[in-house]
């Protein structure tokens, strides 16, 4: 059914100049799953993800985001949705409880919202004891939790982590995706970037894009029969010397 799905792309295409960046994809983001978005570096997936997210016009195709279409409501898109960046989009010189104070406002919550999340999100993530410490001070990891925390802190139906966990150790990682699920437990969608092909795994469906189309788009266990791999690194490295001849493939 239609209404089902949080995110809906038909055509969507962005050129630089001469370029092709991304080129005529078609797909679409189910409510409530965890939605892996794969592809090497210049595949086209920082460029798409940037449209679905309100910070970059198409040149040509259509689509929705939470209801609200990609080329007329960016804005609305950008209030209604959640993002962490592969860089953070953490103040590094502001405490940890004025970066939650600034990015609630930023999402629209009133005061009184904002000083009863900043209170629930320290306690959670067990940071009580450092509230006045500068980000920037922070270890890699906790940096990242506390940045999809702020990401969720105006519990946003749908949240883009673009390479989330990039840089950290196993554990931090894990701990990482522990927060994803229980995200989704609690009704949010999850459209992941990730270059971890282990994390893939972890994702209800994931699309593979090469050279700017989508090259395959199934749940990991369907992939991994279909090639007949025992892993989604086997499937990424086969879909990828193997780029369908089409603009992609059938059941994306």
């Known amino acids: 059914m239609e209404c089902d799905k949080i995110i809906k792309v038909t055509g969507l295409t962005k050129r630089f100049g001469n370029f092709t960046a991304v080129d005529h994809i078609t797909f679409d983001v189910r409510k409530g799953e965890i939605f892996g978005f794969l592809g090497a570096n210049g595949a086209g997936k920082t460029t798409a993800m940037k449209i679905l997210c309100g910070l970059s016009l198409p040149t040509e195709g259509s689509g929705t985001v939470d209801g609200y279409d990609i080329r007329t409501q960016q804005e609305l898109i950008k209030r209604n949705i959640g993002y962490m960046s592969q860089k953070f989009s953490l103040y590094p010189d502001l405490k940890v409880w004025e970066n939650i104070r600034l990015f609630g406002g930023i999402y629209g919550l009133g005061f009184k919202e904002i000083k009863q999340r900043t209170a629930e999100m320290l306690q959670s993530l067990g940071m009580e004891d450092l509230r006045n410490e500068p980000v920037g001070s922070l270890p890699l990891g906790w940096k990242q939790k506390l940045a999809f925390s702020i990401a969720m802190v105006h519990k946003p139906p749908l949240v883009f982590l673009d390479e989330p966990t990039g840089g950290v150790d196993p554990e931090t990682r894990r701990m990482f ?58 499937v990424f490295r086969t879909v990828a010397a193997r780029r369908p001849a089409g603009k992609e493939a059938a059941g994306a």
């Open 177 to 234: 995706w522990e927060m994803i699920y229980r995200a989704v437990g609690e009704g949010t969608t999850v459209f992941v970037t990730t270059h971890y092909m282990d994390e893939a795994e972890y994702c209800d469906r994931v699309s593979i894009m090469v050279d700017g189309v989508i090259a395959d788009l199934d749940a990991p266990d369907a992939l991994k029969d279909k090639y007949g791999v025992p892993d989604m690194d086997s």
